[in-house]
């Protein structure tokens, strides 16, 4: 059990460091392979999803990576932080930029969750092909 702990850390970890990897080239435009109203859009069904405690939905949607990241003592983890902060109000805020990483190119999505008694802000990567590529909360 301690040793499928320390690898569903090593993932979130993982995954963490990607989606920081992707902010920092975020300084460029989002490329035209891109629709800013999608993207938005398939952000904000994520964010349901995980409101929604969605596991099969959000691995549905993700790539092959993300779906072996998101394990479900990861997820599990993630809703009981995300739920801890009550009830969802509503995403405040929402920034679409670009980024690429070793030639490929990402849509990252940067959005401001107001719940109850906090806020979150979740980074959110898709590849060209519209897949979860990436996700971050904090």
């Known amino acids: 059990m301690k040793k499928l702990k320390i690898k569903s850390v090593f993932i979130l970890a993982l995954s963490m460091i990607i989606c ?6 975020c300084g460029q435009g989002l490329s035209n392979d891109f629709d800013e109203a999608e993207v938005k ?6 964010i349901t999803m995980v409101n929604e405690n969605d596991s099969e939905g959000l691995r549905e949607m993700s790539t092959a ?3 072996s990241a998101l394990t479900d003592d990861v997820l599990n983890q993630m809703y009981e932080a995300i ?26 999505v940067v959005a401001k969750a107001k719940y109850e008694k906090r806020s979150f802000t979740y980074t959110i990567s898709f590849n060209k092909d519209m897949k979860l590529a990436g996700f971050y909360y904090k």
């Open 20 to 25: 920081f990897g992707l902010l920092t080239g």
């Open 41 to 46: 859009s398939t952000a904000q069904e994520v």
């Open 65 to 67: 990576q993300m779906k």
């Open 83 to 108: 739920g801890e902060a009550g009830a969802f109000e509503q995403v405040e805020e929402m920034k679409v930029a670009g980024a690429t990483e070793n030639d490929t190119e990402y849509a990252v």
